[in-house]
């Protein structure tokens, strides 16, 4: 089981910062800033995970993750979200439209080194 | 002596030969042939004479044997109203044929608005005081049918069967006469000569039994006379009160009975008969009653003791052996009973049937989905039921007495049940102010202490308990039905009457005064009460030429003399008329109607040729005042409409208030929301960083000032959003102080670009023209160079040129000075630049040092400084222009 992630994240500084952790992780990182190509990326990267933001620049977060759960084969891609806006609300629609896991800027390291492993190995055990 | 069959042999021809009447006078009258005799005042005044029933024919000389000389106050009753109060009938009269009047149920219902519920009232009143009186005309018949029946040695007598059979057979008669015809607009001629000439058989019959009494049995005048004089008769008091309570009650019921308002009004010609009426018919009441008295006292004489004075008119020629005569008087007898019974029951049917039945069938039918069969069998067979049951009414009536009580007694209850119809009736004639609940609740009250003072108690047993009678209702002595009010002592007729009818008109008129007419009820008022300014004489307008001249001068006042005079004319010759004015014909009318309606509208018009011309019952007055009426609910109306709309208004502020409101709690949440997020993202970058130098062992030095220097300007950032976020709170709260100074444009502008430029890594080439740029201006120079500085960073942001250039120029027009910043990039998306001055709007999808806040501050400053500043499209590249009002001339 290999280790690609996906990052989709507009935030530059954020983008090297989680780059950095996962590299160091042993994780091979393509990160991209905008939302209206990153459908057909995951489709062509096929990770093992992708990370991505809420608020993108041509298509939200959202809008990606409803989309990549309706591609054939990628309904059980572990997907971790990561936005600054941090409501209830956004957290439920966030599950609805098939975010694996949702979390708030700012984040600990630590935190989101958690929750790739263990995203990782949930997706392997299944 | 006759045998029951042949009697009813006699009565089934008798009978026979009216119907025959009846039918022949209905053909003439439909053929229009009807001779003038039959429309003569002698056929009205007979008519009227069906107020003389079997009660006066047989009643009256018991009334005389019991009471002596009492009985001439029913005659003296009516006689007074047709003598002194003439003109009293004239104007029910007039009103009953203006209004198309059926029945006295009819007129006050019409009179009080058109109510229904208080025609089923009197109809309801009516029919229950009439019932004792059907039942008297029921005892009298088989009374007299019984004497002959005695004396039948062939047949076994019962008098239950004879009641029975008597009771049907005058039901048949009524049905037969009474529901032939069924317009009940129209009047009932055949009828009417069968009634005038029954009261011609019956005085006839009363007068020969008189002469027969005087000179055949007393033997003269004088000795008449000595008789009188001689029995108790002549010798007993009279009692004033009751003189006056039953000459009064006899009055009432003349006017209020149902079938004397049916020949009286109804069936009324022709309102001069009354004229003639006013003296013939007290002239009728004096010759049927000369002969009570005598007959009374020889009867007393001749018969033996204990039998029926009621029959002396009867059994007296049989006594004296005279079959002839006594089958005469039988006649007479019958005659009363049966045009009684006929008009009572023609009367009655049609009040049950136009008020009770009808309204409940057309209620029942409105339920089902369409009215089926036709109407009129529906109103014949309600009118052919109510007959057969009000006849039911007094057989059960009779039976309920015991049929031994005197007639007259009867019949006085009969007159206290009508009379209180009296003072709604006399009201609504004379008094404005009679209202319908006044009217219902006299009725009320009358016909309610009537039916316990009087009806019942009459009834005996079984109805009204004993104890109630003797000890008052609920045990209270002063509630008991002969002595209510602890008023003891009275006569029982003359108590009750003096009850009933002084509560009733007292209530009557209190009600009326405390409640409010409806306009109908008004408008009804005013037609009642002033009919005879309202409605033509007897025959109309005379002269048709006089009534066309009226119409001229009416026309002269509104058209003016010379254009009246030409329509006259021109009116004249279309008709080929030959002399000086048009014949007032249907088309003329209708054609001068719209000549003045042009001039004073249709209703106005309508109302003044209506007025002349006869055709309209109400009178200009009348419609002013509905005007005056509608106008004022009118009034009302909007003024109720101008506080609605105020309301409303009101309303409407609020809920934009509250609009208003829930918009700004909106974008309060969009805002922190967006404050938030734009907090969040570099605080990220910061925590991920200072935490990855915290953690991270083996970091390059290269690394590691990479990574601090990401903190540092992540720090800034926050530091920058933070300031503009409390400046633009600030600006938009208005608690901004301004600091006015003088200075040149040039200064400002020299400042702003210097500090725009410093420290920033990308190239960007400001092109000005200092010639232009001498102004003097007067604002917050240090607010002003916030803008500039605002609007050239933002051109090196975005500028996307390979060689970015900004041109700076300054003009003055209008007032104003005009700072213009224009790029040679792409410029601002058409679509976008609606909303680059909101707040956190940010259109390129790159990375921008700001939140999005610049421009909203841009704008904010310079609204502060009471100019502005706009984006300029189609310039070729980004282009901005700050508007300042110019405070000074252009610099020398």
Redesign the interface.
């Known amino acids: 089981m290999g280790r690609h992630v996906v990052l989709i994240e507009?935030?530059?500084?954020?983008t090297?910062?989680?780059r950095?952790?996962l590299m160091?992780d042993g994780w091979s990182v393509d990160a991209h800033s905008?939302g209206a190509t990153a459908v057909e990326v995951i489709r062509d990267a096929a990770p093992d995970l992708v990370i991505l933001d809420l608020?993108l620049?041509?298509k939200s977060g959202l809008e990606i993750v409803r989309e990549v759960r309706a591609v054939e084969g990628l309904q059980a891609l572990p997907v971790l979200m990561l936005t600054?806006?941090?409501?209830m609300r956004d957290r439920e629609m966030a599950e609805k439209a098939g975010v694996t896991r949702f979390m708030?800027?700012?984040?600990?390291?630590?935190e989101v080194l958690t929750a790739v492993r263990d995203l990782h190995a949930q997706a392997g055990q299944g | 002596m006759a045998s029951l069959n042949v009697l009813a042999f006699v009565c089934l021809a008798y009978v026979a030969f009216l119907f025959f009447i009846a039918f022949w006078a209905d053909r003439m009258a439909t053929r229009g042939k009807s001779a003038a005799w039959m429309r003569s005042p002698l056929i009205y005044t007979l008519s009227l004479s069906i107020y003389c029933t079997a009660w006066t024919f047989y009643g009256a000389v018991g009334y005389a044997a019991r009471s002596g000389l009492e009985y001439v106050t029913i005659y003296l009753g009516p006689s007074l109203v047709m003598i002194c109060w003439w003109w009293g009938l004239r104007k029910l009269v007039r009103i009953g044929r203006s209004q198309r009047i059926t029945s006295i149920a009819d007129l006050l219902s019409s009179r009080y608005g058109k109510s229904n519920l208080l025609a089923a009232g009197v109809t309801i009143l009516a029919v229950i005081g009439v019932t004792p009186y059907i039942s008297l005309q029921l005892q009298s018949v088989t009374l007299s049918f019984a004497i002959f029946a005695e004396a039948d040695p062939l047949r076994g007598y019962n008098e239950t069967s004879i009641v029975f059979w008597v009771a049907a057979g005058l039901a048949v008669f009524a049905i037969l006469f009474g529901t032939r015809n069924l317009n009940a607009n129209e009047r009932h001629h055949g009828v009417v000569t069968a009634v005038a000439l029954e009261a011609i058989v019956k005085l006839a019959a009363l007068l020969a039994v008189g002469v027969f009494v005087v000179w055949g049995v007393a033997g003269g005048v004088g000795e008449t006379l000595a008789r009188i004089d001689a029995s108790q008769i002549g010798q007993w008091n009279v009692d004033g009160s009751r003189w006056a309570t039953i000459t009064f009650l006899a009055a009432a019921a003349f006017i209020c009975l149902p079938r004397m308002f049916q020949v009286m009004v109804v069936e009324n010609e022709d309102e001069r008969h009354l004229r003639i009426a006013s003296w013939a018919f007290p002239l009728y009441l004096l010759l049927i009653s000369m002969f009570v008295v005598p007959i009374a006292v020889v009867g007393l004489d001749l018969l033996p003791a204990g039998s029926n004075p009621d029959m002396f008119v009867l059994t007296v020629p049989l006594q004296q052996g005279q079959q002839g005569l006594a089958m005469l008087s039988f006649l007479g007898g019958f005659s009363s009973a049966t045009s009684m019974v006929i008009v009572a029951a023609m009367a009655l049917s049609t009040m049950v049937s136009n008020h009770i039945v009808m309204p409940v069938w057309l209620r029942l039918q409105s339920r089902r989905a369409s009215v089926s069969g036709d109407v009129r069998d529906v109103v014949l067979l309600s009118r052919r039921v109510s007959i057969a049951a009000i006849m039911a009414l007094g057989y059960f009536y009779y039976h309920l007495s015991g049929g031994v009580a005197a007639l007259a007694a009867i019949g006085l209850i009969s007159f206290a049940g009508v009379a209180q119809l009296l003072p709604a009736l006399v009201g609504g004639l004379f008094w404005r102010g009679a209202t319908r609940s006044g009217a219902l609740a006299g009725l009320t009250v009358g016909f309610g202490i009537w039916l316990y003072t009087m009806l019942l108690p009459a009834l005996g047993g079984g109805l009204l308990p004993e104890h109630i009678l003797r000890h008052g209702l609920f045990g209270l002595s002063w509630l008991r039905p002969s002595a209510l009010f602890g008023i003891e002592g009275l006569d029982p007729t003359v108590h009750a009457v003096m009850w009933s009818m002084s509560l009733n008109a007292l209530v009557f008129c209190l009600v009326s005064l405390m409640s409010f007419p409806s306009p109908l009820e008004r408008l009804q008022g005013a037609q009642f009460v002033n009919v005879f300014d309202h409605s033509a004489g007897p025959r109309g307008w005379t002269g048709s030429v006089a009534q066309c001249e009226d119409l001229m001068i009416m026309s002269q006042r509104i058209l003016g003399a010379t254009e009246a005079q030409a329509f006259f004319d021109r009116e004249r010759q279309r008709q080929g008329g030959r002399g000086p004015l048009p014949e007032p014909t249907p088309a003329f009318l209708e054609r001068l109607e719209r000549e003045l309606s042009a001039s004073i509208g249709a209703a106005a018009a309508h109302a003044m040729i209506g007025q002349i011309a006869g055709g309209s019952s109400v009178s200009v007055a009348d419609l002013l005042a509905v005007a005056d009426e509608t106008a004022q609910m009118l009034e009302y109306s909007s003024r109720l409409e101008a506080q609605s709309a105020e309301l409303s208004a009101t309303a409407r502020k609020l809920r934009e208030t509250n609009e208003k409101l829930t918009q700004l709690s909106e974008q309060k949440d969009a805002f922190l929301s967006q404050v938030s997020h734009e907090l969040r993202t570099p605080m990220t970058s910061i925590r991920a960083f200072s935490e990855i130098l915290r953690d991270a062992g083996q970091l390059s030095a290269q690394e590691q000032r990479r990574y601090a220097g990401i903190i540092h300007d992540e720090t800034l950032r926050l530091t920058r959003l933070l300031n503009d976020l409390l400046d633009l709170s600030v600006l938009e709260s208005g608690q901004v102080s301004l600091n006015i100074t003088a200075g040149g444009l040039s200064e400002v502008l020299d400042h702003a670009v210097s500090a725009a430029l410093a420290g920033s890594e990308r190239p960007l080439t400001v092109k000005r023209w200092p010639d232009a740029e001498g102004f003097r201006i007067s604002s917050d120079l240090d607010r002003l160079a916030q803008v500039f500085i605002n609007l050239i960073a933002n051109a090196q942001k975005y500028c996307d040129a390979d060689q970015p250039e900004l041109t700076v120029s300054a003009s003055a027009s209008g007032g104003w000075l005009h700072v213009e910043f224009t790029d040679n990039g792409s410029g601002v998306p058409q679509d976008a630049q609606q909303m680059i001055f909101e707040k956190f709007a940010r259109v390129s999808p790159e990375r921008a040092g700001g939140a999005g806040l610049g421009l909203a501050i841009c704008r904010e400053v310079m609204q502060r400084l009471g100019g502005d500043v706009s984006y300029l499209p189609g310039r070729g590249g980004g282009a901005f222009r700050v508007s300042l009002p110019a405070a000074g001339e252009k610099a020398a």
């Open positions: 507009d935030e530059p500084n954020i090297e910062a989680i950095f952790l160091r905008d608020m620049p041509g600054a806006r941090g409501q708030t800027k700012p984040f600990s390291n630590a």
